[in-house]
T-cell receptor, first 114, second 116 residues
Framework: KAGVTQTPRYLIKTRGQQVTLSCSPISGHRSVSWYQQTPGQGLQFLFEYFSETQRNKGNFPGRFSGRQFSNSRSEMNVSTLELGDSALYLCASSPWGGDNEKLFFGSGTQLSVL | AQSVAQPEDQVNVAEGNPLTVKCTYSVSGNPYLFWYVQYPNRGLQFLLK??????LVKGSYGFEAEFNKSQTSFHLKKPSALVSDSALYFCAVRGLSMDSSYKLIFGSGTRLLVRP
């Protein structure tokens, strides 16, 4: 079974631009979560999608948004990029997104904002 | 307030020696606790979880963790460290989002370095 796939692996943008990151979950998994990882803040929860609906949201500004498609693939969008958005963005999938389930993580997208 | 603390940024241990990576938590109600490991340039991998039951939880790669309710701790342990165990380890606890749904709250991570 293929793992969680995130594309692209690396991305360089400039301030003010917008970016879209993609995540393909493990086949059969319906829940997709997104996390931001930075050296200073650690791992911060962005949001979770289940069956095309946002089920859970972290404490990030509205510039961060996402969506999930009928095949469970998910995209995350960041508009009006700021320098502080530079981070590793991790996607994780699970079958049902239950709070006692283990998460399967992708390798992440490394975003650099110049 | 709900939180997870990993008090050590780095833990150094010699190969073959036992290792402990510390984690303490603060949540209301019964805690759901997890350990994940991150190898360089990779995402996180699940190691083990505690939901209920035996306080000693066994996980992947020979790791185990001990839940201690009175000390609100969930330390990760391994009897004999391997050089290949060198990685970044994250403790996590289930917490509540602003909309009262659940989310995982991660600690800041502890880098484990096992020297040959």
């Amino acid at each position: 079974k293929a793992g969680v796939t995130q594309t692209p692996r690396y991305l360089i943008k400039t301030r003010g631009q917008q970016v879209t990151l993609s995540c393909s979950p493990i086949s059969g998994h319906r829940s997709v979560s997104w996390y931001q990882q930075t050296p200073g803040q650690g791992l911060q929860f962005l949001f979770e999608y289940f069956s095309e609906t946002q089920r859970n949201k972290g404490n990030f500004p509205g510039r961060f948004s996402g969506r999930q498609f009928s095949n469970s693939r998910s995209e995350m969008n960041v508009s009006t990029l700021e320098l502080g958005d530079s981070a590793l963005y991790l996607c994780a999938s699970s079958p049902w997104g239950g709070d006692n389930e283990k998460l399967f993580f992708g390798s992440g997208t490394q975003l650099s904002v110049l | 307030a709900q939180s997870v603390a990993q008090p050590e940024d780095q833990v150094n241990v010699a190969e073959g020696n036992p290792l402990t990576v510390k984690c303490t938590y603060s949540v209301s109600g019964n805690p759901y606790l997890f350990w994940y490991v991150q190898y360089p340039n990779r995402g996180l991998q699940f190691l083990l979880k505690y939901i209920t039951g035996d306080n000693l939880v066994k996980g992947s790669y020979g790791f185990e963790a001990e839940f201690n309710k009175s000390q609100t701790s969930f330390h990760l342990k391994k009897p004999s460290a391997l050089v290949s165990d060198s990685a970044l380890y994250f403790c996590a606890v289930r917490g509540l989002s602003m909309d009262s749904s659940y989310k995982l709250i991660f600690g800041s991570g502890t880098r484990l370095l096992v020297r040959p």
